[in-house]
Each structure stands twice: as structure tokens, then as C-alpha cells.
């Protein structure tokens, strides 16, 4: 939840823009008022999701991609607590826990990428993570220092990210296989607003490069293998927000680090630098009625052949994927849709949507590696959202994959979700 204290959405009568299905504010990514809360505040947000698919989940085993399978699943992706509280009125400390599918647990993992092989991860039963750790220092709404774990907004979903600011049932499937989603790391961060532009840059701890693989390039590599994380070779992120009309919003991102340092056995990586640079580029236009987003992302990784090789001979203990990964991996998406009540006066809204994404982990392959077209994944999906209120949504969707340019199975997909997001005490 990319809630950022001095740096995010105000939930107030005032600055609610009811467009059907979504809650936004005039705020967003900027400092909150000093009088939005007095000492604290706590809130969060959540989602339960059902999901019916007409193919297999191994998509690896058949030359000609997933087998026809009819199958049904029905989760709690996440819940998020958060917690505000002020030691005064420039000094704001912030924290929030995240439940992923209902706690923790250990399960047994089949992976499919890896030639079948059976795994015990922790994870894969549910995970409780600290999400954001954080005391911001305020000295101008230009400027603000701040300290901790907190966000990496990098592209448009983990900037932002609550279900209330993405139409369907799961966010953008771009974003969250290529990249981690939602990304929090530790660090320092400076951050403000000036008029209509905001800004963050931040240093935190890198990537480990182990981590990386062909299906997921580097959504892998965010370190939580270990107790502490690897800080070694630090990364530089940041995010430039500008809004030069009301309902128009233009942001960048980026993101560097040479992350071979950061590997689990450092030493097996000492002559590479396995570095990994992202650009991203969005836009968001919106206004009482309508919404419409689009978004680029393009990452590369150096020397990624070398990688591959010393990723595929790492123990099998290490649970990392030792899969090959590409030089280059690529996204874009664009959505839009319509609140459809509007035209009956409703103060609910009914939002049908309509989103196209394209995502390839493997757009570019270093010279000597075989191509992986399975890879290459386009998305059609439609759908709409329901606001029962602005912050309480209703979703359904059905989604279309289309792997390698139609030359593997087609995938497709059915989703129901409920989701909501607020502060439900403050003083």
C-alpha cells in the first residue's frame, strides 16, 4: 500500500473523486494536511478473490503450453494493517503489516519451470510481512526526510497499488511477474511536493541476482531468503510526479543497481556486475466519469548470459529458480473505463473496463542463449467494478493470455473479487 504519510491520499469528503469504482484523491502522492489527523491513525486494506481457469497450471511440461484443465481457486491475497502516529507534527512515524494468503504456513511447491521438481518454501503457505517501517521528518512540504522500510515506486502499480487504484481482479499482470510487487525495501529517502509535482529518490538495498529467472526476470531477486538483506552494492530508486492540469497526471520512474555483490555467495559473482536498470514511464487522465492509464516499463540486465550459468549450478536448497534469464524484459499496458450509473444520476458506480497488456521476460536474450517465446505473454481482459461505496468495491473480470504470438494453448480466465481500503480510526 503505497501510503506515504507526508506523500499520499487523503480519505475526507473533500478530496473523494466518486468515479464509479474508484477512490482517488486530489492528493495523492503529496503531503498530507497537518490537520488530516491529529496524533493517529489506523486503517488498511484487503481483498478476497475467486478465480476459475480453463487451463493446467504447468505450461512448461507440453511443447504445445498448458493442457486444458477446468480448476477453481478462492483466496485472501492480502490484508494490510497500517498505523499512522505523530510525535509531533513534523516527526510521523508509520508502519503496516501485510497478510498474504492468510498467514504463515509451509506447503509444498510444484516447480513447473524447473522440470517439475517438488519444493518445501515457507512462503508458499501464506506470509506475514512488514510492509513499511518508517519515520518521516518533515522540514517543508518541499522537502522531507525519510528512514526505514518503506515503498519502491517504480512504475505505475507499485506507486500506486491498493486495489482501488487498479480496475479487474488482480493487479496488472506486467508489473507483478516481471518486478516486485508490491517492492519495499530499507533505506533512505527524500521526498516532497511543490504545486503540481511531486518527487521521491531513495537509496536502499539491492537486488540478489540469484533470485532472477526466465518467467520472472527479476522479481525473484528481492532479498527475504535471509534474515538481514544485503546491502553490499546499494540501489538508487526514485519517482517524478506531475500534474499540469486537473485530472492529467504524468509520472516517471527508475531504478539501478549493480546487484552481483548482493548474491547469496558473493564470491561466485565477483567478475560481474550483473547490473539491472529500469525506466518506466505512465499516465493517468481522469475526470468525474471516466479513467484512463497507460504505462511503459523496460528493464536490462548485464551480463545475463554469464548469470545464467552460475544461477543453473546454485543448491537446490537455495529454492531459487536456476533458471536462464534475459538481457532485457519489457511491459506496457493501457486500460480505460466509464462509471455507466452516471447517466441515471446513482451515487453507486458501475465502471465496465477495458485493459490491454503486453509482458515479456525474455524480450531480449544474450547472443548463445535460446530464445523463450512461451515467454512472451499479451492480455486482454474486461470487466467491470462495482463501488457499493467509494472505498468498497465489487470486481469481476474475465482475462485472455496469448503466449509466444498464439504458437502455445490459450489461457483463460474468470476472477470475482471484493476489495476495500480506509482509515477506520484516527484521533
Known sequence: MQRQNLYQMKISIKTILFSGA?????????????????QYRFGGYGEMLFQRMNYGADRYKDPAGAPRENRAYISLPRMIM????????DIVFSTEIEFEYGGTGTAME????EAGEYEMEVEKGGEVVLEQFHITKRFAPWLNVRAGHFIVPVGLTNAHHEPIFFFGTTRPEG??????????????????????????????????????????????GKQGLF??????????????EYVPVSGLRLG???????????ASIPQKTADIDAAVAIGSADVQYRNKNAVIR????????TDAMRLSQINRNLSKATQFSRTPVAENALTYAVEAGYNVLSFFGSKQGLTPFVRYEYYNSAEKVPEGMAEMPINKRSVFTFGANYALLPNLLVKADYSMRRLGNDRFNRENTFGIAVAYTGWFLQK
Open 294 to 301: 497507460a504505462n511503459v516499463i523496460y528493464g536490462h540486465l
Open 82 to 89: 497500517a498505523l499512522d502516529y505523530k510525535f509531533r507534527d
Open 175 to 220: 508489473e507483478m511477474t516481471l518486478f516486485p510487487c508490491t517492492w519495499h525495501e530499507t533505506g533512505l529517502s527524500v521526498l516532497g511536493a511543490y504545486k503540481g509535482l511531486k518527487y521521491e529518490i531513495m537509496i536502499i538495498n539491492g537486488l540478489d541476482p540469484n533470485g532472477f529467472s526466465s518467467s520472472g526476470w527479476i522479481q525473484g
Open 110 to 113: 510444484l516447480e513447473y519451470d
Open 227 to 240: 534474515e538481514t538483506a544485503v546491502m553490499t552494492s546499494p540501489a538508487f530508486a526514485g519517482r517524478l
Open 252 to 262: 516517471v520512474s527508475g531504478y539501478y543497481n549493480r546487484s552481483a555483490k548482493n
Open 22 to 38: 474508484m477512490l482517488v484523491s486530489t492528493a495523492a502522492f503529496a503531503q498530507t494536511d497537518s490537520t488530516e489527523y491529529r
